[in-house]
Structure formats: C-alpha cells, structure tokens
C-alpha cells in the first residue's frame, strides 16, 4: 500500500541528507529518468520537471514521521533540509520494496548544485528530441537562467556519466 512512500524512504536513506525542495525535485526527477522505477509524474514548471505528487508525498511523509523538514531562514528565502527519522528506517524493515542500486547515482546528484540539476533535468525532459533541439529548447525555456555552451556541455556529459553508473 506505501510502497511509493517504501521507495521514497530508500532514496533519503541512500541520500543521508537532502539540502533544497528544488534539489530534492530534480534528483528525483533525474532518478526516474535513469530507470530507478519512482512513479511520481512530472510536468514541466518553472524550474524545470515538478512533482506535485512528489511534493504531497514528501508532505505525508514528514506528517508520519518518517522523515524530518527543517527548515533554514537564509539572507532573502527560506532552504528546506530533509533527513531520515528512526521512524522512517523502522517503517523500512516492514515494507521491502525492490529498487536497482543506486547510491552512486544519488551522491553524484548530491554534489552538483541545484541550478545545474534543473538544467540536467530540463535537457532530460526534452530527451526525446534530438540533442540540437534539445538544446535550442533549454535556451528558449530557459532563456532567462542563461545557460553557456559550457554548462551544456557539461550537462550532457554528466547525464552521460550517470547513465553508466
């Protein structure tokens, strides 16, 4: 019956701590698009793929207690934190669910900004589009972020990298 919630909670064991709503999102997001089996739809939003399932689930699962939102007033916006509760790892002990290894796929998402995960995520949103208008589709929705040749050069060998991860 929770088994969405079962994966969820195996992603904030693996992840330890997740720092941003945004980058929580996105690392998702890019998860799913890695075949790790998340079922949380997405559509395209303002900072690339959201989930308001995923947004909604987070939710229940701090009101259960499995995990814990702190959240940090910073110069001008508040930045949310997402840890495990002793709760949450219990509740993994009575849920098994069967997810492919993906803990280094996690840590590199963890070390990359979120700025550079919307990008990512938004190129991974397009995929289905052949990479030139992949690109010309990042620069018109993503017009005002300005992303450089650089950073999407980047992007792409990142997605590389974690495809064969």
Not at 73 to 82: L, M, P, T
Request: one cysteine or more; charged letters at 30%.
């Amino acid at each position: 019956m929770l088994t969405n919630h079962a994966k969820l909670m195996n992603f904030f064991v693996t992840a330890k701590e997740v720092v941003g709503r945004k980058k929580l999102q996105k690392m998702i997001y890019i998860l799913q698009k890695c075949d790790v089996p998340f079922e949380e739809k997405f559509t395209f939003h303002f900072y690339g793929p959201y989930s308001e399932e995923l947004t909604l689930r987070i939710e229940e699962m701090c009101n259960l207690g499995f995990i814990e939102e702190t959240k940090e007033e910073k110069s001008n916006y508040y930045q949310y934190q997402y840890q495990t509760t002793s709760a949450g790892i219990d509740f993994l002990d009575h849920v098994k669910v069967d997810l492919p290894l993906f803990s280094k796929k996690v840590d590199l998402l963890k070390e990359q900004s979120s700025r550079f995960l919307e990008l990512v995520a938004t190129m991974l949103y397009f995929d289905e589009l052949p990479k030139v208008e992949v690109e010309a589709k990042v620069r018109e929705v993503k017009a005002k972020v300005n992303y450089t040749d650089k950073d999407i050069e980047e992007a792409w060998a990142f997605i590389a990298e974690l495809k064969q991860t």
